[in-house]
């Protein structure tokens, strides 16, 4: 290897070192009232836009006992999802959302074509069989989005700077827009913060009965 070939080597390495020293990351555990973990809440850095992703590999919600599975998907745009029929019941899976309107056949076993999610938004699906059956796609505009798993824990990893604040949706989120807007602004890289969310699950307020966003205000 020639005395230029090194140079320019060494000058990446420092450059993907400088980068990652300058990375950001930080993590959320999210409650609710009663200090339960919150799942499936959606936090944003809205810093970077996220890049159409035609060709991502397909994501899917399922239809497991009468719901969908997972209640919320967060997706890029240009995201296929399919929806297949794990119960031994028909299903018909429609959606009169701004940002994506679409109703599958009545189907059972068979497959039906996947859907794609091109314009970011929150698109609240429902099952024309059952009333109750509820789900929300989420097509996040940002390239740092993440998802609480069943802990209530997210992780945003190597944001190009720190943002000054962090969004935050959940269906149930007595919220308008179910948004709430967290201030980070004082948060150093790789901090943990813990939150309160002010969620109320519906079918404890209200029973049986599935709700757009902002439905239980």
């Not at 999610?117 to 097509?139: E, K, Q, R, W």
């Not at 309160?196 to 029973?207: D, K, M, T």
Request: aromatic share 8%; net charge negative; charged share 15%.
């Amino acid at each position: 290897m020639n005395y230029r070939a090194l140079r320019y080597f060494a000058a990446l390495a420092a450059l993907l070192s400088t980068t990652s020293l300058h990375a950001v990351d930080l993590s959320l555990s999210l409650y609710d009232k009663d200090g339960n973990p919150v799942s499936l809440a959606v936090v944003e850095a809205r810093l970077t836009p996220a890049p159409a992703r035609p060709e991502a590999p397909m994501a899917e919600i399922d239809q497991v006992d009468r719901r969908f599975v997972p209640m919320v998907l967060l997706v890029p745009p240009g995201q296929l999802v399919n929806f297949p029929n794990s119960d031994n019941v028909r299903h018909h899976v429609y959606s009169f959302s701004d940002i994506k309107q679409f109703s599958t056949p009545l189907y059972a076993d068979e497959n039906v074509d996947p859907v794609r999610f091109d314009t970011p938004g929150v698109a609240v699906l429902g099952c024309n069989i059952h009333d109750s059956m509820v789900a929300y796609v989420y097509v996040s505009a940002w390239q740092d989005a993440g998802l609480s798993d069943t802990a209530g824990q997210v992780t945003l990893t190597g944001m190009a700077e720190k943002p000054q604040t962090l969004h935050i949706w959940h269906p149930w989120l007595q919220t308008p827009d179910n948004t709430l807007e967290l201030d980070v602004s004082n948060a150093a890289t790789g901090e943990h913060i813990e939150l309160a969310l002010p969620v109320v699950n519906p079918e404890q307020q209200f029973g049986f009965r599935a709700l757009l966003p902002g439905g239980t205000q």
